[in-house]
């Protein structure tokens, strides 16, 4: 396992059913992230993909939102 978003949610189990999640499920979410992504970048607010951020990264880009 790496360090990216998608092997963390690779490893998550759900609330519901008590099981990892889906392939598909996490496909979804990192879709989505870098949907969310693409609108931080076009707003030059980060110069990376947020999958590839770490959580202070983040939190620093998501407050200058």
């Given at each position: ?23 598909s ?9 870098k ?22 990264e ?8």
């Amino acid at each position: 396992m790496g360090n990216s978003f998608k092997d963390f949610l690779e490893i998550q189990i759900s609330r519901t059913t008590k099981k990892r999640l889906s392939p598909s499920t996490v496909e979804h979410y990192t879709s989505n992230i870098k949907n969310i992504s693409r609108l931080f970048k076009d707003k030059q607010t980060i110069k990376k993909d947020l999958i590839s951020m770490s959580y202070n990264e983040f939190i620093a880009a998501y407050c200058n939102f």
